[in-house]
């Protein structure tokens, strides 16, 4: 079992930045592929970047490409997400995911591990 906290959500003006982490503890050996989805109001939820175990290699939905970057610490079991140039269509509750295996790296089916989620609220 692994527990996934979010933290850092918040309120911020449109052009405005905001830093999303997610702790992780458990079976943090689960801990192959992370990464960060959201969900707007009456949307499906969808995938915003994932990163694999060693850092090396990161996958960005289009809509957020050059305005996001993911990383991790494994030394600290962290998640993070810089949020730059904040549109108000990024607003959303932002969840934090982990899994061990699979090749869709933004297909929310295959993401076992969830956290509570952290709301991101952007005004224009």
């Known amino acids: 079992q692994v527990q996934l906290v979010e933290s850092g959500g918040g309120s911020v003006q449109a052009g405005g930045s905001l830093r999303l982490s997610c702790a992780a503890s458990?079976?943090?050996?689960?801990?192959?592929?992370m990464a960060w989805f959201r969900q707007a109001p009456g949307k499906e939820r969808e995938g915003v970047a994932a990163?694999?175990?060693?850092?090396?290699?990161?996958h960005y939905a289009d809509s957020v490409k050059g305005r996001f970057t993911i990383s991790r610490d494994n030394a600290k079991n962290t998640l993070n997400l810089q949020m730059d140039r904040l549109k108000p269509e990024d607003t959303a509750m932002y969840y934090c995911?982990?899994?061990?295996?699979?090749?869709?790296?933004?297909?929310?089916?295959?993401?076992?591990?969830w956290g509570q989620g952290t709301q991101v609220t952007v005004s224009s």
């Open positions: 995911a982990a899994k061990s295996t699979g090749l869709r790296w933004l297909s929310p089916d295959e993401y076992n591990d």
């Open positions: 458990g079976a943090t050996y689960k801990l192959r592929y």
């Open positions: 990163i694999y175990n060693s850092g090396s290699i990161s």
